[in-house]
């Protein structure tokens, strides 16, 4: 059964305040393999959770009572019948949740749900827009500056099982009530099958940071910057 540790700093030091885990919780229920922390929320993956049954995966939402000292609490689980493995990534921001869905050698799809405190609803399934379909699609998320970011898992169904292709980085763009729009690609500027592009995502007031480890490939990894127009 997984948990989430919960720490405060008081002065010098950081204090456990509070584990969080799935009640009733069940073996292998993946619960903390994606966090996404926005102000006093925080939305918690559990690709494996009984929800409604073993695999589905579901995302939890937690909500803090005080700003200081106050505990955590389950305000929302979000889950959908048909999904497999969802919570295996998840992003968080004002009005906005996406929830990666990936099993195994699956494509990959992205829930986005829509509405605010405990009342949240799925409006929207986003598809792979690679023809043809990348695997593990939405494995990594970003919610930034109204922007939402999109990567691929680097691999290709091809006439023979699984390709190593470069990894690309979706962005998409709100169109109101949780809908999205495919706007661009990221993509190295030295696409290399089995670079890992799109393994890690991060971003400042006006970049972005796309981490491309390399895990297919024996070279370097590397991260790229790129700037948020104006």
Do not use: C
Request: charge should be neutral; charged fraction near 15%.
């Amino acid at each position: 059964m997984g948990s989430v540790y919960i720490f405060e700093r008081e002065k010098e030091e950081w204090r456990l305040r509070q584990r969080l885990a799935i009640r009733p919780g069940q073996p292998w229920d993946l619960f903390g393999s994606a966090l996404s922390l926005k102000k006093d929320s925080l939305l918690i993956g559990a690709p494996r959770a009984e929800a409604p049954q073993w695999e589905n995966g579901a995302a939890y939402l937690y909500q803090k009572t005080a700003l200081r000292g106050g505990s955590w609490s389950l305000l929302k689980t979000l889950s959908s019948p048909h999904t497999l493995d969802l919570g295996a990534a998840v992003a968080l921001s004002d009005g906005n949740i996406v929830v990666g869905e990936n099993y195994e050698n699956s494509v990959g799809y992205v829930r986005s749900f829509a509405g605010g405190l405990s009342s949240w609803n799925e409006v929207q399934r986003l598809d792979s827009p690679d023809v043809p379909p990348w695997i593990h699609f939405g494995q990594v998320l970003l919610l930034s500056k109204g922007w939402l970011l999109a990567s691929n898992s680097r691999f290709a169904s091809g006439q023979v099982g699984y390709q190593p292709v470069p990894g690309m980085v979706h962005a998409f763009l709100p169109q109101g009530n949780g809908q999205w729009v495919p706007f661009d690609t990221l993509a190295s500027p030295q696409p290399t099958g089995g670079d890992a592009f799109g393994y890690a995502l991060a971003s400042n007031e006006r970049s972005i940071f796309v981490g491309a480890p390399a895990l297919y490939r024996s070279s370097a990894g590397a991260v790229y910057e790129y700037q948020i127009g104006p």
